[in-house]
């Protein structure tokens, strides 16, 4: 079965800690990319890579960091200098270009 | 800057109506449009993408048209069904090799009532 992974489906964290969040796709895509989704707000771009061992920050990257190493993986790291990190998580991915883009089916990260 | 609004933000609409969702950007030179549904707690779906040359595209009861000029985007829904309740959002995307930018709408959700 192709298709985009993410886990852990929910994740709880004190604050203060560092939280690596998993995303994986067998689809063969070139391009992956996060983003996070708040209540009453569209989908807000955190990092986005359009090839291995590249990325480039989107346009809410403070406190996220991220590397792709692999063409199948894109982690993502929550870190401590992330003011409200509480949010809906969501990983994509796309063959290239400007193709149609794929979506995990989430991450759902507390910290308190 | 790119902003994407979709108006409104709910809708209930009498299973078995045909409605229209709408999708609205400022910035024209996008390079395609791509509509998405999301049930409560999950990821999006993807329903249709339509290239920047493209007026419509068409998929089963749906049909989602593009008119770059006007700066707008509809989403058609036929013969609607208790299941197509969910919240539906248009992202427009400017691409070049080494650049891209996605900008989602808010979304509309969509209540189809039995």
């Known amino acids: 079965d192709g298709g985009i992974t993410q886990s852990p489906k929910y994740l709880f964290r004190k604050e203060g800690q560092n939280v690596t969040l998993s995303c994986e796709q067998n689809l063969n895509h070139d391009a992956m990319y996060w983003y996070r989704q708040d209540p009453g707000q569209g989908l807000r771009l955190i990092y986005y890579s359009q090839i291995v061992n590249d990325f480039q920050k989107g346009d809410i990257a403070e406190g996220y960091s991220v590397s792709r190493e692999k063409k199948e993986s894109f982690p993502l790291t929550v870190t401590s200098a992330q003011k409200n990190p509480t949010a809906f998580y969501l990983c994509a991915s796309r063959l290239g270009g400007a193709a149609e883009q794929y979506f995990g089916p989430g991450t759902r990260l507390t910290v308190t | 800057k790119q902003e994407v609004t979709q108006i409104p933000a709910a809708l209930s609409v009498p299973e078995g109506e045909n409605l229209v969702l709408n999708c609205s950007f400022t910035?024209?030179?996008?390079?395609?449009l791509q509509w998405f549904r999301q049930d409560p707690g999950k990821g999006l779906t993807s329903l249709l993408l339509i290239q920047s040359s493209q007026r419509e595209q068409t998929s089963g009861r749906l049909n989602a048209s593009l008119d770059k000029s006007s700066g707008r985007s509809t989403l058609y829904i036929a013969a609607s069904q208790p299941g197509d309740s969910a919240t539906y959002l248009c992202a427009v995307i400017l691409w070049s090799i080494g650049n891209e930018k996605l900008t989602f709408g808010t979304g509309t959700r969509l209540t189809i009532i039995p």
């Open positions: 910035d024209s030179a996008i390079y395609n």
